[in-house]
């Protein structure tokens, strides 16, 4: 099955313009299959065809991945894992940090880790709002912040406050397009139509900073 699935994620990167090794079609292929496994007893995500994960999980998610700068990114509300996996599979040179306040996510989130052998990945499980890192004594802010379906941008901005600087990149994936951003902190910096190969819906990405004091 491994084959047929690898050769579909080749064909639609293709279509979206998006080039990676075997070896990193295989791993992402790998991780997909982990969901399907372990979805028939932790209800990870509503998509149980392993077929259909190929565009509306890796395809979907690595739409956004040519947007990432930085080498420390945080994947909000990470869930199965989408989109911070497939970032992290995709760039091994960066770091990734996935928090989810659900323990059976966490805790696949974990053995995927170990399984697919990603060792510039982080799993926390806690409320990103009570999530303060710190190293050396000193506050850690993140390059960028990633959300994919996991609530309102203005709840995005508001729960992750405490992790940006004014150099931190939000990006909100959306389906159907909304680039209203309450209040005056913040700044839209961009918003993107995705095109997404196998997948017949709208898909957006807003990339939003907050405004220099």
């Avoid at 313009?17 to 399907?36: C, N, R």
């Avoid at 392993?50 to 990432?68: C, G, N, T, Y």
Wanted: aromatic fraction near 8%.
């Amino acid at each position: 099955m491994k084959e047929p699935l690898r050769q579909q994620l080749e064909f639609g990167l293709k279509q979206m313009g998006l080039h990676y090794p075997v070896e990193t079609q295989q791993k992402l292929v790998h991780y997909i299959q982990l969901i399907a496994r372990w979805n028939k007893t932790f209800n990870l995500t509503a998509i149980r065809d392993v077929e259909q994960m190929v565009s509306k999980h890796l395809l979907d998610s690595l739409a956004v991945q040519p947007f990432i700068e930085g080498s420390l990114i945080l994947d909000v509300g990470s869930g199965a894992g989408l989109p911070g996996i497939p970032f992290a599979i995709t760039s091994p040179d960066k770091h990734f940090v996935l928090i989810d306040t659900n323990g059976k996510k966490t805790r696949f989130l974990t053995q995927a880790k170990i399984d697919l052998k990603l060792d510039n990945v982080d799993i926390v499980h806690q409320r990103v709002e009570e999530y303060r890192p710190t190293e050396d004594g000193h506050r850690i802010y993140f390059d960028v912040i990633t959300a994919r379906a996991y609530a309102t941008t203005e709840a995005i901005l508001q729960t992750t406050s405490q992790l940006q600087d004014a150099n931190t990149t939000i990006m909100v994936m959306q389906g159907k397009l909304d680039e209203r951003i309450a209040g005056d902190d913040y700044r839209l910096l961009g918003s993107h139509q995705l095109e997404v190969y196998g997948l017949d819906a709208e898909r957006h990405l807003l990339e939003i900073q907050k405004r220099p004091q």
